[in-house]
């Protein structure tokens, strides 16, 4: 479903329910836009725990193929690449994606694939995210938020 809230930002909500043996592949090639991200959330669309886990990506976070195309996974396993969603331990919830000031608004292909068969649906080139690589990224995600929240003492 995909919405025009605001005059220059639309955006959609979708639902997913996974166990633990599945992956939620997310693709969509985004459009030229000053923002876009897609977030998970919990049932209610609240947001999840964004600066302990990476549950939200935006365009400047986001790894893109080198064809122009965002994929991204969300599973209850890290499955080890750049743009996984972390539901917690949640297996199911929402996703919002939102286009802001963007030249056009497309929908996101969803499909779901067994963990076991996860690497053969995406490309080839899609790069493989270590345990370490992760839990660097997820140290630099909290102290953003911690430096965005800080309040002037």
Do not use: C
Request: aromatic share 8%; charged share 20%.
């Amino acid at each position: 479903m995909a919405s025009a809230a605001q005059k220059y930002q639309t955006f959609g909500i979708g639902y997913f329910d996974l166990p633990d043996d599945q992956a939620l592949r997310i693709e969509v090639t985004p459009p030229p836009a000053k923002y876009w991200s897609l977030h998970l959330g919990n049932y209610l669309i609240a947001s999840l725990d964004h600066a302990g886990a990476q549950n939200s990506l935006n365009g400047h976070q986001a790894h893109i193929d080198a064809n122009g195309v965002f994929r991204a996974v969300s599973s209850r396993r890290d499955p080890g690449v750049p743009n996984w969603l972390d539901p917690g331990d949640r297996r199911e919830g929402s996703m919002i994606y939102r286009w802001n000031q963007a030249t056009h608004a497309p929908i996101p292909e969803t499909r779901i694939v067994p963990i076991g068969e996860l690497r053969a649906a995406l490309p080839l080139a899609t790069p493989v995210v270590t345990p370490e690589e992760r839990q660097a990224t997820v140290e630099r995600r909290g102290e953003h938020v911690r430096r965005r929240l800080a309040r002037p003492t």
